[in-house]
């Protein structure tokens, strides 16, 4: 008796909802007793599989050709009192279903509410800013280095997608939850950037992703020297960046223009910084010739940082010897392909 009664409640919780499962049993068993009707009637034009899957989706969908119809009275009763109704009404709950439905996943993907496990190699972008973060994204998706694989934006008290044509959003209760992280894929991402409100947030949003299993390039911005050189403290791979505004105007005060040069160096406009990796098969290479290749491509070379934790070396030296792996900095006006490289012909011996 448990067991029957458990599914007598199952089965109504299925007719109240109007589950897909309910609405197939209900589409077969019309189309049988539809079948069985039109085969009492004498229609035998309309009893061939074929025939009679074209004759029920045509009066289902009130598209009604004409070409197949019933020839008798008794299949014309048949398909009037029993066959119409009863298929229009089914086809309607299955477009209604279907509508639904879709209304039901866009909305998810709207409100952050789906899972986004499938995508690697993408940027997680972790709070947002209004237009200051739209900002951001717009240079993300202009570098195609960047926005190929897409971007998750993970926010704590968002209601919707800011950008839902361009980017993919991930609602957080907290950016303390790992879990979070988790459904934007955060351990197959290339890149992490923390950019939240308020400095707080943006600690405890590093010290999840921190403790989240990846191999991301971390980003964070921190208003606070203290709160940034915490982090570095602890987590020294995590480049942490803050508002450059008293340096630029420092810089701009003894040397004109300064700041003109430092913003054309990070703009999307004209020349601008990019990175480059040694390959990890390839020999030392030498830093005076390694100058004269990116000129060769109408690029300034402009220094290395050796290792992630490593502050960057600037205007090195020509006799110094650059290892394999070391990320290389240059100004161009766009960025240069690794294969374009000649990295045998540079080797230092």
Not at 265 to 285: D, E, I, K
Request: proline content about 4%; hydrophobic content about 50%; aromatic content about 8%.
């Amino acid at each position: 008796m448990i067991v029957i009664g458990k599914l007598l409640r199952t089965l109504r919780g299925h007719l109240r909802r109007v589950s897909w499962g309910v609405l197939a049993a209900a589409l077969c068993l019309h189309m049988a007793a539809t079948w069985l009707l039109l085969a009492w009637a004498g229609e035998e034009k309309l009893l061939g599989w074929d025939s009679f899957v074209y004759y029920y989706v045509t009066t289902a969908s009130t598209i009604g050709y004409g070409d197949l119809s019933p020839g008798s009275a008794a299949g014309r009763w048949a398909a009037a009192l029993f066959v119409m109704p009863g298929a229009i009404a089914l086809f309607a709950s299955v477009l209604a279903k279907t509508s639904a439905s879709l209304l039901n996943f866009w909305k998810r993907h709207q409100v952050g509410k789906m899972s986004y496990e499938d995508m690697h190699g993408h940027t997680v972008l972790i709070g947002w800013h209004g237009r200051e973060s739209e900002r951001l994204v717009q240079l993300l998706l202009a570098d195609t280095h960047t926005d190929d694989e897409g971007i998750v934006l993970v926010a704590e008290g968002l209601a919707e997608n800011p950008l839902p044509d361009q980017i993919r959003f991930v609602a957080a209760a907290s950016y303390a939850d790992c879990n979070e992280y988790e459904r934007a894929a955060l351990s197959r991402a290339a890149r992490v950037i923390v950019h939240t409100d308020h400095d707080d947030r943006s600690l405890a949003a590093v010290f999840a992703v921190m403790a989240h299993p990846h191999e991301a390039h971390v980003v964070a911005h921190f208003e606070s020297a203290a709160v940034a050189q915490l982090v570095r403290s602890h987590y020294p791979h995590v480049e942490c960046t803050r508002p450059l505004h008293v340096d630029v105007i420092a810089r701009a005060a003894q040397d004109a223009g300064s700041s003109l040069v430092a913003g054309e160096w990070l703009g999307a406009g004209g020349p601008t910084q990019f990175s480059l990796q040694v390959p990890a098969a390839a020999a030392p290479v030498l830093a005076a010739k390694l100058a004269g290749a990116f000129r060769a491509q109408s690029a300034l070379w402009i220094g290395y940082r050796d290792g992630r934790s490593a502050a960057p070396v600037l205007n090195p030296p020509d006799h110094v010897e650059i290892a394999p792996g070391t990320l290389l900095y240059y100004l161009a006006d766009a960025r240069i392909d690794s294969a374009r490289v000649p990295w045998a012909s540079l080797a230092a011996r």
